[in-house]
């Protein structure tokens, strides 16, 4: 999936557009199937399925419209939250954030969640800054690495907000993975389901900068 994704970030459109449709789509069928799985009540299915299809879409779109650089660190900032939240979840174990949702969530796992969502935007700025201005200077002030620490910890939340949405809702559906489709993986929606608030978040940002 992260090979289809790179080739298709790297032929740029029309085809970023067209695989970014089809995750969209293909999370869209899982969410449907979950959330009739998870309750056979008419009216909350409709109400879940339909918040869903805002949700997963809002994400999409706004994904479809960021300019290359906004697409890479969006991207890059969720591997760096899984990655060090997996890692300092698995080294310093602690208590459970919320076990009855999804087990293998520590405070640890999130605490490095924060660093490695916080070491990629300072990295992230550094690189687009030497791009515009040719300025290699990697040091921040106080008030921007506050700024950077504040937004490391905001993404690193949504991140596992949207890992803990989707562990709730396969816990009431009562499936281990949203499909088969990637074997060994899960299914899309299990893939992005932390991309998806992070990728909401910085469109909110982006336009509250504007």
């Known amino acids: 999936m992260v090979a289809l994704a790179v080739g298709a970030l790297w032929a740029g459109n029309p085809w970023?557009?067209?695989?970014?449709?089809?995750?969209?789509?293909?999370?869209?069928?899982?969410?449907?199937?979950?959330?009739?799985?998870?309750?056979?009540?008419?009216?909350?299915?409709?109400?879940g399925i339909a918040a869903g299809t805002i949700y997963i879409a809002l994400a999409g779109y706004m994904l479809s419209r960021f300019p290359l650089p906004i697409v890479v660190g969006v991207v890059g900032v969720v591997v760096?939250?899984?990655?060090?939240?997996?890692?300092?979840?698995?080294?310093?174990?602690?208590?459970?954030i919320a076990p009855k949702i999804s087990p293998s969530k520590?405070?640890?796992?999130?605490?490095?969640?924060i660093i490695g969502a916080t070491?990629?935007?300072?990295?992230?700025?550094?690189?687009?800054?030497?791009?515009t201005s040719g300025d290699t200077t990697m040091f921040f002030d106080m008030t921007e690495?506050?700024?950077i620490l504040g937004l490391g910890a905001m993404t690193a939340v949504a991140a596992q907000a949207g890992d803990f949405f989707e562990?709730?809702?396969?816990?009431?559906?009562?499936v281990k993975?949203?499909?088969?489709?990637?074997?060994?993986h899960g299914g899309v929606f299990d893939r992005i389901d932390g991309?998806?608030?992070?990728?909401?978040?910085?469109?909110?940002?982006?336009?509250?900068?504007?």
Not at 167 to 174: C, E, N, Q, T, V
Not at 197 to 210: F, K, Q, S
Request: positive net charge; proline residues 4%.
């Open 16 to 47: 970023f557009g067209w695989f970014i449709l089809a995750v969209v789509l293909a999370a869209l069928v899982e969410f449907v199937l979950l959330v009739v799985k998870a309750t056979a009540n008419v009216p909350f299915r409709l109400a």
């Open 80 to 96: 760096f939250v899984d990655t060090f939240a997996y890692f300092f979840g698995r080294t310093l174990g602690g208590p459970k």
């Open 106 to 113: 520590t405070w640890a796992g999130l605490f490095g969640a």
């Open 119 to 131: 070491v990629w935007i300072a990295g992230w700025i550094y690189v687009a800054a030497r791009a």
């Open 145 to 147: 690495a506050g700024q």
């Open 167 to 174: 562990s709730w809702l396969k816990r009431k559906a009562g």
């Open 177 to 184: 993975d949203s499909s088969k489709l990637i074997p060994g």
């Open 195 to 210: 991309m998806i608030p992070v990728i909401i978040l910085a469109g909110v940002l982006l336009g509250a900068a504007r």
